[in-house]
T-cell receptor, first 113, second 112 residues
Framework: DGGITQSPKYLFRKEGQNVTLSCEQN?????MYWYRQDPGQGLRLIYY???????QKGDIAEGYSVSREKKESFPLTVTSAQKNPTAFYLC????????????FGPGTRLTVT | GQQVMQIPQYQHVQEGEDFTTYCNSS?????IQWYKQRPGGHPVFLIQ?????EVKKQKRLTFQFGEAKKNSSLHITATQTTDVGTYFC????????????FGTGTRLTVIP
């Protein structure tokens, strides 16, 4: 069964703690992306990676970090420096290039109190 | 920064009525994609338009790319409750990076 998995679906953390969100894909896609979505809002790009061991900041990278050590995996760490981390986080993947559609995972709802 | 205007932001329709959402860019686009996100779900790719003036249909959905390749529309004929969700357009990042910039979306509510 091909697709993108994100875990967990819901995550609760105390303020001041770092938390890592998982994203795995078995679609053999080179490119992977992390988006943040706030209630009633669109998608904002946090980080993206076009190839293993390389990634670039998106529009709202502050307070987040990523790694891309394997083609299949693109974990996102929400650090304590992120001032308003409560949000819905979506991971996506695609073939490299602008003309390819993105496939999204089911998302992780992070609540920080 | 890059701007993609999507209107309306919200739309409530009676079941059976038609619905249209518009996506407008200040710059010429090489292509545009449309996604649908059901409530509580994740975005799902619907279609991509590449050619000037292109029109594509998927059952009751009609997608159009403007002649100047600066705007696009999604029209749903005779809405059904299954059409509920938020519709996003997505355009190539104008910085040249190989990623997409998503519009703010149009949230469609269908009243049975």
């Amino acid at each position: 069964d091909g697709g993108i998995t994100q875990s967990p679906k819901y995550l609760f953390r105390k303020e001041g703690q770092n938390v890592t969100l998982s994203c795995e894909q078995n679609l053999n896609h080179d490119a992977m992306y992390w988006y943040r979505q706030d209630p009633g809002q669109g998608l904002r790009l946090i980080y993206y990676s076009q190839i293993v061991n390389d990634f670039q900041k998106g529009d709202i990278a502050e307070g987040y970090s990523v790694s891309r050590e394997k083609k299949e995996s693109f974990p996102l760490t929400v650090t304590s420096a992120q001032k308003n981390p409560t949000a819905f986080y979506l991971c996506a993947s695609s073939q490299a290039g602008r003309l390819y559609e993105q496939y999204f995972g089911p998302g992780t709802r992070l609540t920080v109190t | 920064g890059q701007q993609v205007m999507q209107i309306p932001q919200y739309q409530h329709v009676q079941e059976g009525e038609d619905f249209t959402t518009y996506c407008n860019s200040s710059t010429t686009l090489s292509n545009i994609q449309w996604y649908k996100q059901r409530p509580g779900g994740h975005p799902v790719f619907l279609i991509q338009l590449v050619k000037s003036g292109e029109v594509k249909k998927q059952k009751r959905l009609t997608f159009q790319f403007g002649e100047a390749k600066k705007n696009s529309s999604l029209h749903i004929t005779a809405t059904q409750t299954t059409d509920v969700g938020t519709y996003f357009c997505a355009v190539p990042d104008q910085t040249g990076a190989n990623n997409l910039f998503f519009g703010t979306g149009t949230r469609l509510t269908v009243i049975p």
